[in-house]
Protein backbone atom coordinates (compact mmCIF):
# COMPACT_ATOMS: atom_id res chain seq x y z
CA UNK A 1 0.00 0.00 0.00
CA UNK A 2 1.06 3.48 -0.79
CA UNK A 3 1.57 6.25 2.01
CA UNK A 4 -1.91 7.93 0.44
CA UNK A 5 -3.98 4.85 1.10
CA UNK A 6 -2.50 4.13 3.82
CA UNK A 7 -3.57 7.72 5.69
CA UNK A 8 -6.75 6.92 3.98
CA UNK A 9 -7.67 3.65 6.10
CA UNK A 10 -5.75 5.13 9.15
CA UNK A 11 -8.02 8.22 9.17
CA UNK A 12 -11.20 6.03 8.67
CA UNK A 13 -10.51 3.48 11.76
CA UNK A 14 -10.02 6.95 13.58
CA UNK A 15 -12.93 8.43 12.86
CA UNK A 16 -14.65 4.87 14.15
CA UNK A 17 -12.89 5.03 17.98
CA UNK A 18 -15.19 7.52 19.86
CA UNK A 19 -13.83 10.17 22.56
CA UNK A 20 -14.37 7.43 25.95
CA UNK A 21 -12.71 4.83 23.88
CA UNK A 22 -9.83 7.33 22.39
CA UNK A 23 -9.29 8.98 25.86
CA UNK A 24 -8.93 5.39 27.50
CA UNK A 25 -6.78 3.99 25.20
CA UNK A 26 -4.78 6.99 25.17
CA UNK A 27 -4.47 6.95 28.98
CA UNK A 28 -3.05 3.16 28.77
CA UNK A 29 -0.10 3.90 25.74
CA UNK A 30 0.80 7.26 27.96
CA UNK A 31 0.94 5.06 31.50
CA UNK A 32 3.09 2.59 29.35
CA UNK A 33 5.32 5.41 28.31
CA UNK A 34 6.41 7.06 31.32
CA UNK A 35 7.22 3.68 32.46
CA UNK A 36 10.28 3.55 30.30
CA UNK A 37 13.90 4.40 31.34
CA UNK A 38 13.23 7.01 28.48
CA UNK A 39 10.46 8.77 30.41
CA UNK A 40 12.29 8.50 33.99
CA UNK A 41 14.89 10.30 33.02
CA UNK A 42 13.96 12.57 30.73
CA UNK A 43 14.56 16.41 31.59
CA UNK A 44 12.99 17.96 28.77
CA UNK A 45 10.22 16.35 26.63
CA UNK A 46 9.01 17.32 22.70
CA UNK A 47 5.56 16.29 22.62
CA UNK A 48 2.69 17.28 20.44
CA UNK A 49 -0.58 19.03 20.62
CA UNK A 50 -3.00 16.38 19.23
CA UNK A 51 -5.20 16.74 16.85
CA UNK A 52 -7.97 14.58 15.01
CA UNK A 53 -8.43 11.19 16.75
CA UNK A 54 -3.92 10.94 16.91
CA UNK A 55 -3.07 9.33 20.62
CA UNK A 56 -4.20 12.29 23.69
CA UNK A 57 -1.27 13.55 25.12
CA UNK A 58 -2.95 14.44 27.59
CA UNK A 59 -1.54 12.15 30.64
CA UNK A 60 1.90 13.34 29.47
CA UNK A 61 1.49 16.79 29.71
CA UNK A 62 -0.21 17.01 32.79
CA UNK A 63 2.58 14.44 34.28
CA UNK A 64 5.22 16.28 33.23
CA UNK A 65 4.12 20.13 34.42
CA UNK A 66 3.33 17.96 37.59
CA UNK A 67 6.91 16.69 38.32
CA UNK A 68 8.73 19.69 37.04
CA UNK A 69 9.86 18.64 33.40
CA UNK A 70 9.89 20.95 30.89
CA UNK A 71 7.11 19.97 27.83
CA UNK A 72 7.91 22.06 24.46
CA UNK A 73 5.13 21.76 21.61
CA UNK A 74 5.74 22.06 17.79
CA UNK A 75 4.66 25.25 15.49
CA UNK A 76 5.34 25.67 12.24
CA UNK A 77 7.23 28.41 10.00
CA UNK A 78 7.30 27.33 6.41
CA UNK A 79 8.13 24.22 5.90
CA UNK A 80 10.17 23.88 9.44
CA UNK A 81 8.94 23.38 12.61
CA UNK A 82 10.52 24.60 15.77
CA UNK A 83 9.44 23.54 19.50
CA UNK A 84 8.37 26.27 22.12
CA UNK A 85 7.71 25.39 26.06
CA UNK A 86 4.29 25.50 27.19
CA UNK A 87 3.28 25.78 31.03
CA UNK A 88 -0.53 25.14 30.36
CA UNK A 89 -2.97 24.70 27.25
CA UNK A 90 -3.91 28.42 27.33
CA UNK A 91 -0.19 29.21 26.28
CA UNK A 92 -1.59 27.97 22.88
CA UNK A 93 -3.90 28.50 20.11
CA UNK A 94 -5.41 27.22 17.16
CA UNK A 95 -2.65 27.45 14.05
CA UNK A 96 -1.32 25.46 11.26
CA UNK A 97 -4.26 23.08 10.13
CA UNK A 98 -6.13 24.51 13.32
CA UNK A 99 -3.72 22.81 15.44
CA UNK A 100 -2.88 24.55 18.47
CA UNK A 101 0.32 25.84 18.83
CA UNK A 102 2.27 27.84 21.10
CA UNK A 103 1.59 31.46 20.94
CA UNK A 104 4.57 33.25 22.33
CA UNK A 105 7.31 31.78 25.12
CA UNK A 106 10.90 30.34 25.41
CA UNK A 107 12.37 28.06 22.31
CA UNK A 108 13.48 24.71 23.35
CA UNK A 109 16.88 23.93 22.25
CA UNK A 110 17.63 20.44 24.12
CA UNK A 111 19.39 18.37 21.69
CA UNK A 112 19.04 15.17 23.80
CA UNK A 113 15.40 15.95 24.86
CA UNK A 114 12.85 13.10 24.69
CA UNK A 115 10.59 13.37 22.03
CA UNK A 116 7.42 12.12 22.03
CA UNK A 117 6.21 12.52 18.09
CA UNK A 118 2.82 11.65 16.40
CA UNK A 119 1.94 9.44 13.30
CA UNK A 120 -0.72 8.15 11.32
CA UNK A 121 0.56 4.68 10.50
CA UNK A 122 3.47 2.33 11.59
CA UNK A 123 4.72 -0.97 11.09
CA UNK A 124 6.62 -3.55 12.98
CA UNK A 125 10.22 -2.43 11.76
CA UNK A 126 9.05 1.36 13.18
CA UNK A 127 9.02 2.69 9.91
CA UNK A 128 6.48 5.70 10.30
CA UNK A 129 3.58 7.43 8.27
CA UNK A 130 2.64 11.20 9.07
CA UNK A 131 0.63 13.78 7.48
CA UNK A 132 3.27 13.98 4.17
CA UNK A 133 4.40 17.63 5.61
CA UNK A 134 8.13 15.91 5.90
CA UNK A 135 8.14 18.16 9.07
CA UNK A 136 9.89 15.33 12.17
CA UNK A 137 11.64 14.16 8.97
CA UNK A 138 13.63 17.14 8.42
CA UNK A 139 13.84 18.26 12.17
CA UNK A 140 15.02 14.91 13.04
CA UNK A 141 18.01 15.27 10.32
CA UNK A 142 19.18 17.78 11.96
CA UNK A 143 18.63 17.09 15.81
CA UNK A 144 20.44 13.82 15.55
CA UNK A 145 20.68 13.42 19.32
CA UNK A 146 17.17 13.39 20.17
CA UNK A 147 15.26 10.50 21.51
CA UNK A 148 11.97 9.40 19.76
CA UNK A 149 8.92 7.25 20.97
CA UNK A 150 6.05 7.15 19.11
CA UNK A 151 2.65 6.38 20.84
CA UNK A 152 -0.05 4.68 18.22
CA UNK A 153 -3.09 2.72 19.09
CA UNK A 154 -2.95 -0.72 17.85
CA UNK A 155 -4.78 -0.07 14.48
CA UNK A 156 -2.83 2.45 13.63
CA UNK A 157 0.13 -0.46 13.02
CA UNK A 158 0.22 -1.69 9.25
CA UNK A 159 1.96 -4.53 7.63
CA UNK A 160 3.63 -2.62 5.84
CA UNK A 161 5.06 1.19 5.62
CA UNK A 162 6.93 1.66 2.40
CA UNK A 163 10.22 3.62 3.45
CA UNK A 164 11.44 6.65 1.45
CA UNK A 165 15.19 7.92 1.40
CA UNK A 166 14.06 11.18 4.54
CA UNK A 167 12.33 8.69 6.22
CA UNK A 168 13.39 8.84 10.09
CA UNK A 169 11.83 5.79 12.28
CA UNK A 170 11.50 6.83 15.78
CA UNK A 171 13.36 4.09 18.15
CA UNK A 172 10.07 3.02 19.60
CA UNK A 173 6.98 2.63 19.24
CA UNK A 174 4.07 1.88 21.74
CA UNK A 175 0.79 0.95 21.79
CA UNK A 176 -2.01 -0.32 24.36
CA UNK A 177 -0.38 -3.71 24.09
CA UNK A 178 3.16 -4.14 22.39
CA UNK A 179 6.29 -2.56 22.30
CA UNK A 180 8.17 -1.77 19.23
CA UNK A 181 12.32 -1.13 20.29
CA UNK A 182 15.08 -0.36 17.81
CA UNK A 183 17.23 -3.02 19.72
CA UNK A 184 15.49 -6.32 20.14
N1 LIG B 1 -0.56 17.02 16.54
C1 LIG B 1 0.32 17.17 15.57
N2 LIG B 1 1.00 18.31 15.46
C2 LIG B 1 1.89 18.48 14.44
C3 LIG B 1 2.14 17.46 13.50
C4 LIG B 1 1.40 16.23 13.64
O1 LIG B 1 1.55 15.27 12.88
N3 LIG B 1 0.52 16.14 14.69
N4 LIG B 1 3.03 17.68 12.48
C5 LIG B 1 3.69 16.68 11.78
O2 LIG B 1 4.23 16.87 10.75
C6 LIG B 1 3.32 19.08 12.12
C7 LIG B 1 2.16 19.62 11.29
N5 LIG B 1 2.05 18.87 10.12
C8 LIG B 1 0.97 18.76 9.29
C9 LIG B 1 1.23 18.40 7.98
C10 LIG B 1 0.23 18.34 7.07
C11 LIG B 1 -1.07 18.58 7.44
C12 LIG B 1 -2.10 18.48 6.38
O3 LIG B 1 -1.79 18.69 5.23
N6 LIG B 1 -3.31 18.14 6.67
C13 LIG B 1 -4.36 18.01 5.67
C14 LIG B 1 -4.19 16.81 4.79
C15 LIG B 1 -4.08 15.51 5.53
C16 LIG B 1 -4.02 14.37 4.55
O4 LIG B 1 -5.09 14.01 4.02
O5 LIG B 1 -2.94 13.82 4.32
C17 LIG B 1 -5.69 17.98 6.38
O6 LIG B 1 -5.71 17.68 7.59
O7 LIG B 1 -6.67 18.29 5.73
C18 LIG B 1 -1.33 18.89 8.77
C19 LIG B 1 -0.30 18.98 9.70
C20 LIG B 1 3.54 19.87 13.35
N7 LIG B 1 2.52 19.66 14.34
N1 LIG C 1 15.45 15.68 5.39
C1 LIG C 1 14.70 16.17 4.40
N2 LIG C 1 15.18 17.12 3.56
C2 LIG C 1 14.41 17.60 2.56
N3 LIG C 1 13.16 17.22 2.30
C3 LIG C 1 12.61 16.30 3.10
C4 LIG C 1 13.35 15.73 4.20
N4 LIG C 1 12.54 14.85 4.82
C5 LIG C 1 11.37 14.86 4.15
N5 LIG C 1 11.40 15.72 3.12
C6 LIG C 1 10.29 15.98 2.18
O1 LIG C 1 9.03 15.83 2.80
C7 LIG C 1 8.15 15.08 1.97
C8 LIG C 1 7.10 14.38 2.79
O2 LIG C 1 7.65 13.31 3.52
P1 LIG C 1 6.75 12.14 4.13
O3 LIG C 1 5.64 11.76 3.19
O4 LIG C 1 7.64 11.07 4.64
O5 LIG C 1 6.08 12.95 5.36
P2 LIG C 1 5.56 12.43 6.74
O6 LIG C 1 6.68 11.79 7.49
O7 LIG C 1 4.36 11.61 6.46
O8 LIG C 1 5.12 13.80 7.42
P3 LIG C 1 5.37 14.48 8.87
O9 LIG C 1 6.81 14.23 9.28
O10 LIG C 1 5.13 15.92 8.64
O11 LIG C 1 4.42 13.88 9.81
C9 LIG C 1 9.08 14.15 1.20
O12 LIG C 1 8.53 13.78 -0.04
C10 LIG C 1 10.32 14.99 1.02
O13 LIG C 1 10.27 15.73 -0.18
Known amino acids: MEKKEIRKLIFARRRQLDAGELERRSQMIC ?102 GGFYDRFLSVHTGLTTIAPAFEFQIVEEVPKDVFDIAPHTVVTESRIFHMIK
Do not use: H
Open 31 to 132: KRIMELEQWKTAGCVYAYMDCKGEVCMRPILETAWAEGKRIAVPKVFGEEMRFFYIQAYEETAPGYYGIPEPTGGEEAVCEDALMIMPGVAFDKERRRCGYG
